[in-house]
């Protein structure tokens, strides 16, 4: 073959259920298969900024010339990719593939005895060769016509698709075998919901559940005036270890937990997860901060940005406000989980440290998994990025009643959909001065907390838009317990009294004042002025510490003290009439935040 042919790739993949193993056969053809060819799998996906072992579970790497089988030597190059060598033009590679790794299921998908959902992560790809591909699947007999594919990719026939590029092999998440599916057509566009599996009471709310979805779908929809795909698949999964919630082009994989159709809670949250994801398709999958532009030409190296206190940030704020438009949550939990942002936010000393821009260039460091330390040296872009958002649509309704961040971020995003201008992507610089063109001081306000550590105005705000916000001193020591981890100690605030007493993350917790460790007796101890000496045990050793608590500043409560002006502001933003008295309190007890629930005594 030429050597000046044009490049191509083609993929055969066989699906071997029963072992939950891919094998691969990829065909490389002109200038790609010449000389030394080098193949890789990426390091990490878009959406999942922390670098993971995908190529661990490749096995039995074998190439050969494709016309007469001959032998071409293979070595690896690092951890994460192979050199061929001798290439002639035409070149045949096949591996096997290990597919049922839970911990790696949402970056490479997973291969159930039942069901299927395979991602290009599993596909050795060539950086030489970026550009279109094409893939056949081999399913077993059972599984024939089972192959649910999102929008995307060309079909060419029976189970096989062209795709116009590898990043967007990569980004199509394909479902096959056993599954469940409901269809909604939301202003025209087919909306799929593939559960591969079901769950108790499953029968019974499925619809509701579904309904819910295509009810925060349609406003959307509404706020960007269409949507920006063919068609969108939801790939979920109710099995626990699928802990999955990742973006996609025009699909999203979601883990809803076991008791999605159960627990109203838990069904609140599968909602919630899913209406993130959807955003996504605009903001991060479309509108991308510079330069994840060129995600594609970095599957290696990382790519770092400073946009994602904007790229997730404003996705939690409107995953938050899309529910409550759709009657998922109250206007009562909708504020109430603003003030627990901020107030979990301001609790851990990297608030004071640590920059939104900095969060974010930082995330392939510290934002997955969670580890020691992390709250002296880290803050959550998702929730500062959230806060900034809240502030923004705060500043724009209280500006002019024909503006809020539904208009503003759609004008933002049809200007710099695409990567804008400049084809880049945008920049926080970019970001910044749009929303300052719109309104001077929301410009300062962004500039504040996006590009230093504090400055939001949370509070204020909440002050402007007719509430009272009553503050409150408790006492703390520092220590802070993850979700359900107590009594080990998740990590300990390093400014605080248990901070300065020798107590240290992972400690176990076995005594208070000298009597045996509960919940009650910790928490009570650590509300009250008296010296508190904790007994732990740390490994093999047993350990006391004694502090003194301190006091600290809290919001009490969120009072309702705005005139008919106000009111009707926060009715029109929520899109739903509620009441609103004066003296009127917003309860403060839901929090939310599907990163884990921090909890500091």
Request: with cysteine.
């Amino acid at each position: 073959m030429s050597q000046t042919a044009p490049s191509d790739v083609h993929y055969h993949v066989e699906i071997h259920p029963e072992r939950h193993e891919l094998r691969v056969r990829m065909r490389l053809t002109g200038a790609v298969a010449q000389g030394r060819i080098r193949l890789e799998i990426p390091t990490w996906v878009p959406g999942n900024y922390t670098f993971t072992q995908l190529g661990r579970d490749l096995f039995e790497v074998q190439a050969a010339t494709s016309r007469d089988a001959v032998p071409l030597a293979v070595s690896r190059d690092g951890w994460q990719a192979f050199h061929v060598d001798g290439g002639d033009g035409d070149v045949t590679v096949t591996y096997s593939a290990w597919a049922y790794a839970t911990d790696l299921s949402e970056p490479s998908g997973i291969l159930d005895g039942q069901y299927g959902v395979l991602l290009g992560t599993r596909y050795l790809h060539s950086p030489a060769h970026l550009g279109a591909c094409t893939v056949t699947y081999q399913l077993p007999s059972a599984w024939q016509g089972t192959v649910h594919h999102p929008s995307g990719a060309t079909p060419l026939g029976e189970n096989s698709w062209r795709y116009p590029s590898y990043e967007i092999l990569l980004d199509t998440p394909v479902v096959m075998g056993r599954y469940d599916i409901r269809q909604r057509d939301v202003a025209g566009t087919p909306f799929y919901f593939v559960f591969v599996d079901r769950g108790v009471g499953f029968e019974a709310e499925v619809d509701g559940f579904v309904d819910q979805i295509a009810a925060v779908a349609a406003g959307y929809g509404r706020q960007f005036g269409s949507f920006p795909f063919d068609d969108y698949t939801f790939v979920l999964s109710l099995n626990p270890q699928a802990e999955w919630g990742l973006e996609h082009l025009t699909s999203t994989m979601c883990g809803l937990g076991p008791d999605v159709f159960t627990d109203p809670d838990q069904h609140n949250i599968g909602v919630r997860v899913c209406a993130h994801e959807l955003f996504h398709a605009w903001n991060v999958r479309r509108l991308r901060p510079a330069p994840l532009m060129h995600v594609a030409q970095e599957l290696t190296s990382g790519s770092f940005t400073e946009g994602l206190w904007m790229a997730e940030g404003f996705t939690r704020y409107y995953e938050f406000l899309s529910c409550t438009r759709a009657r998922v949550y109250t206007p009562d939990q909708f504020f109430s989980n603003v003030v627990g942002y901020l107030e979990h936010l301001q609790a851990v000393p990297a608030y004071q440290r640590v920059s939104g821009v900095d969060s974010s260039l930082t995330t392939y460091l510290n934002h997955s998994p969670k580890y020691a330390g992390r709250p002296a040296n880290c803050i959550d872009y998702y929730d500062k990025g959230m806060l900034i958002a809240f502030g923004a649509d705060a500043m724009l309704h209280l500006g002019s009643p024909s503006r809020s961040l539904d208009t503003a971020f759609r004008g933002f995003y049809e200007e710099y959909v695409g990567g804008g201008p400049s084809g880049a992507g945008y920049t926080t610089d970019n970001a910044i001065a749009y929303f300052k063109g719109l309104q001077p001081e929301l410009g300062a306000m962004m500039e504040a907390a996006v590009r230093h550590p504090e400055g939001l105005t949370t509070e204020a705000l909440l002050e402007q838009l007719g509430f009272t916000v009553e503050h409150t001193t408790v006492h703390q020591i520092g220590v802070m317990f993850l979700d359900a981890g107590a009594p080990t100690v998740y990590n300990v605030l390093d400014d605080t009294p248990a901070g300065r007493s020798g107590l240290a993350p992972d400690d176990v917790i076995t005594g208070v004042n000298g009597f045996n460790y509960t919940p009650a007796a910790l928490s009570w101890a650590a509300g009250h002025a008296e010296p508190v000496t904790l007994e732990v045990l740390r490994g093999h050793r047993r350990l006391s510490f004694t502090m003194t608590p301190s006091l600290c500043r809290k919001v009490a409560r969120l009072v309702w003290n705005g005139d008919e002006t106000q009111a009707a502001r926060l009715q029109g933003w929520l899109e739903q009439r509620f009441p609103l008295q004066a003296g009127q309190v917003f309860g403060l007890g839901f929090y939310e935040n599907f990163h884990g629930i921090e909890t500091v005594l």
